[in-house]
């Protein structure tokens, strides 16, 4: 998967920690609507109009973590509910839920002092999307994310366990990053169902998880097979009896990774408005 895999934000992200210090990345995050330069070379990879260059360069917050709203929804809904083994009405109604759901999108307006780095209303992608219908869909009482970073996809999964939680199923989010700060996009109001812990899931999370059993796992961390191999492996030894779900934004893992499961779905997303190509989805079941 040459293109996504070498221009993704994501694999950006895994390059720019090899060069600059935890601290030193959250810093320059910050300035991400005055990071002219390095915003010109990363649109130069993509066919785009020069409108789209020029309002992106100058003006957009978002460096190496892209938010957007997706033209195929009923595609990943589809994909969905291949994966979940549910009825395809059902995962599109949850889908769909992503627009509308007030808490939803009240969890995602960002204040003013976000503003330097975050889009004051960003819109969730394909990922984000499918992690708030697949939480909607299983109910699960313990959910891990790894990879982080301001959190975008903490706050729609938060937000799912809330809703669940106001019909009657509470859950619980693990998340884990590298980076101290990350996180920094979820509001107050959801915190309270969320465990943050800065540190490397494959080292720490069989201490972190306890006697609890997970349905849900997210994995937006490291591109590399051996590394989401090792995070898989120690999520399954606590998997819920109803199984799990994993997904990764890592396209290429659907060849490149032994998945244990017949049940397993690919989506391409389709960006509205964005010169990015899109994500490629994996969504396992067990």
Request: with cysteine; hydrophobic share 40%.
């Amino acid at each position: 998967m040459e293109s996504q895999t070498e221009r993704s934000p994501s694999l950006l992200k895994s390059w720019l920690k090899t060069i600059l210090s935890e601290g030193a990345r959250r810093r320059a995050r910050r300035f991400g609507r005055l990071r002219w330069i390095t915003k010109a070379k990363l649109v130069r990879h993509y066919r785009h109009s020069r409108i789209k260059w020029l309002s992106y360069v100058l003006v957009d917050p978002e460096v190496d973590s892209w938010t957007y709203p997706i033209a195929n929804q009923r595609s990943l809904a589809e994909a969905l509910a291949t994966a979940l083994s549910r009825p395809s009405a059902e995962v599109r109604t949850l889908v769909s839920e992503t627009g509308r759901d007030p808490l939803l999108r009240q969890s995602l307006r960002q204040p003013i002092r976000h503003l330097a780095w975050a889009k004051r209303m960003p819109e969730p992608k394909a990922y984000h999307q499918a992690c708030w219908a697949i939480v909607r869909a299983v109910r699960p009482t313990c959910v891990v994310e790894t990879g982080v970073l301001d959190g975008m996809a903490s706050t729609v999964i938060l937000a799912a366990l809330a809703r669940n939680s106001l019909e009657g199923a509470n859950g619980q989010l693990l998340s884990f990053d590298t980076m101290p700060g990350a996180g920094a996009m979820v509001p107050a109001s959801l915190r309270q169902h969320w465990q943050l812990v800065c540190g490397d899931a494959t080292d720490m999370l069989e201490q972190v998880i306890g006697d609890r059993q997970i349905g849900f796992f997210t994995s937006d961390s490291v591109p590399s097979a051996d590394h989401i191999r090792a995070e898989l492996e120690a999520v399954l030894r606590h998997r819920s009896e109803k199984g799990v779900v994993a997904m990764t934004a890592w396209g290429w893992l659907a060849n490149d990774l032994t998945w244990p499961t017949s049940h397993v779905a690919v989506f391409q997303e389709q960006p509205v408005d964005h010169f990015y190509d899109g994500d490629t989805l994996v969504i396992a079941s067990f």
